[in-house]
DNA sequence: TTGTATGCGTTATCAT
DNA sequence: ATGATAACGCATACAA
């Protein structure tokens, strides 16, 4: 038995009425009498009826469902902003329809495309970092299909943002470590041409300068796939750690770059902080269990994955101009470690 | 301007065609000519055409989505689990809808109800912690909407399920910290009525008495949230902790009960393993840093979300009798830390 | 106040 | 080999 859910139709005929009628009066229309009202709705709960959102997707072109891409679901960043995301659309009527594009640019590609295809009123979307090449999404966006860009933002003109302030976040980071004395600090961050990485990036070495410390191009390395595979963090690391004047702290610019420099140094049997200082971009749920070795930046994805949502749909249901919504910053928090705190492991 | 999808009517128009002929040419129809045929593929081609999905589903009656119900999303099990079901669904052409039950009962109906309505071709359903009744989920399944259970099981006659051997899992568990010379080990789970928890408890049990050890009823604390509420946890312990003989360790039965004890062990500076001993259930990413303090059972959740979905699509796009389809096992995994593995902290 | 007809995009059935 | 039409479920312009 096939599961079949009652329609319009049904009700009309068990009542003797027309479909209009029906409709009419389940949309509570001045034009239906109370008693015809009252019969129906009656009907209709007794029967659990439901309105086919299918058809209505149909008949309106419009679905109330949003497309999230993103690069990982099982990322802690990225669970917690569809958390995030999922509070809003659910608040306001819509559904939410996740891809991933395990970062890569075709993958990010398809899913667009998949996304668009399956009549996504709108697409929030953080792009891959592989992707330095934002044709493909421009096109679509150009085609008319809502769009905003977090956390790993596409830029070109008119998209809308919702973003944290990187340069502060990794300003702060960096500084934690000099505070804490270290005098020679390397930074791994992801791909170069993201926006998220020049800003860290930005945010380290003005940190440094500010604190007149020498700014050394070989200490800053930058991981292809955002941290995705361990391999490449490890390799970095390396680099890093064979240098004749080897660093003596670490700025993590992502929440796997964080996870796998520790497990280098775990594999390397490396102390933190005692051997090499540690700071990282971290939204792992354990993080405050690995105090006091590790100070973390902690991105609000949460809130992230809620402003975008509700930037995207009050674009979606607002008759205003586009350019009139305006971009959204969230602020980073530093949750720093106190070593009194510890746990003994 | 709104963002419109070329139609097989704009192909029709363009090409002085029939609507008719155009669906036909795209599907290569025998009745097609191979000119017309070419016309047609090429123009739908270089206009990026794409079937309208909503269409299809009001005509086919079915959707090509499958619908997701687990506790929460932002959890790594679940996070990973959906990682899973998310390749399969991928691959086998089906797009996948996510709703979140936060461990309530109405949530996970209205979840249900919702999922349901939005036409999705069947469920993957992880229950609530708080779900001792399946009347809601029995309705909806005897009305004919396919179901798999997965992880949290619902039981009543025919739904499927995909699982893993939870009292193997914490058997082993219990027989590891037995094994370290632990005497007095208890044990905290999630809501009583829950099957992972029975089972769960039942492999406690069973290692206790297969080593001569006694089962104090009083060392076992159910959880009604399932860990979401970081407070019953704390509640628990404490409850343990005071008791005139209290454990010297701890088997925590879920994520969420594990990362818990692990903050309630360093606030109340209980060092773990000296004075308290602790396995749990975990598939945190970080996890394996916490060594060697932390041995964990590892729930296969990528694997059993592939095997669910594997299962559900199975079931949708088979004519054989549903009855046709067994259960699945999935092992999990005991992960024993080395000790000289240690990280330094 | 209620009913009839149309269209959303697609395919299947029936013409031609 | 191609075209016209109906149907999926719904909302609505138009008729009565």
């Known amino acids: 038995m096939r599961f079949e859910a009652i329609t319009i139709k049904d009700i009309?005929?068990?009542?003797?009425?027309?479909?209009?009628?029906?409709?009419?009066?389940?949309?509570?229309s001045y034009e239906i009498s109370p008693e015809t009202k009252q019969k129906v709705i009656a009907y209709a709960k007794e029967n659990n009826y439901r309105p086919n959102p299918i058809a209505l997707s149909l008949?309106?072109?419009?679905?109330?469902s949003i497309g999230v891409i993103v690069s990982e679901i099982a990322n802690s960043f990225f669970s917690q902003a569809i958390n995030g995301i999922e509070s809003i659309a659910n608040e306001k009527g819509?559904?939410?329809?996740i891809a991933q594009s395990k970062e890569e640019l075709e993958r990010e590609d398809s899913a667009l495309q998949y996304l668009a295809s399956r009549s996504v009123d709108g697409i929030l979307l953080s792009v891959s970092s592989r992707t330095s090449n934002f044709d493909h999404i421009k096109k679509l966006y150009d085609r008319g299909m809502p769009m905003v860009s977090f956390d790993c933002l596409v830029d070109f003109?008119?998209?809308?943002?919702?973003?944290?302030?990187?340069?502060?976040?990794?300003?702060?980071g960096t500084e934690h470590l000099i505070n804490k004395g270290f005098?020679?600090?390397?930074?791994?961050?992801?791909?170069?041409?993201?926006?998220?990485?020049?800003?860290?990036?930005k945010g380290y070495t003005a940190a440094l300068h500010k604190y007149n410390q020498p700014i050394q191009t070989n200490n800053?390395?930058?991981?292809?796939?955002?941290?995705?595979?361990?391999?490449e963090i490890y390799e970095a690391m390396d680099r890093l750690m064979n240098q004749k004047e080897k660093p003596d702290a670490i700025l993590a610019c992502s929440d796997r770059i964080t996870t796998n420099v520790?497990?280098?140094?775990?594999?390397?049997?490396?102390?933190?902080?005692?051997?090499?200082?540690?700071?990282?971009?971290?939204?792992?749920?354990?993080?405050?269990?690995?105090?006091?070795?590790?100070?973390?930046?902690r991105q609000p994805a949460y809130?992230?994955?809620?402003?975008?949502?509700?930037?995207?749909?009050?674009?979606?249901?607002?008759?205003?101009a586009i350019t009139e919504f305006e971009n959204v910053v969230i602020p980073s928090t530093l949750i720093e470690r106190d070593s009194s705190m510890q746990i003994k492991l």
């Open 12 to 28: 009309a005929k068990a009542l003797g009425l027309s479909t209009s009628t029906v409709s009419r009066a389940l949309r509570d």
């Open 183 to 201: 005098k020679n600090i390397a930074c791994i961050a992801s791909s170069s041409f993201l926006s998220i990485t020049t800003e860290r990036v």
């Open 157 to 172: 003109e008119g998209i809308h943002k919702v973003m944290v302030d990187n340069i502060k976040a990794a300003y702060e």
């Open 262 to 297: 520790m497990r280098y140094c775990q594999n390397k049997k490396i102390n933190i902080p005692k051997q090499l200082g540690l700071i990282g971009f971290s939204n792992l749920d354990l993080t405050d269990l690995l105090t006091p070795s590790l100070s973390v930046v």
């Open 220 to 231: 800053i390395e930058y991981i292809p796939h955002g941290g995705l595979i361990q391999e």
């Open 59 to 64: 008949k309106e072109k419009r679905s109330s």
């Open 94 to 97: 819509y559904n939410v329809i």
């Open 303 to 320: 809130e992230m994955g809620r402003a975008a949502a509700d930037l995207l749909i009050k674009m979606l249901e607002s008759k205003r």
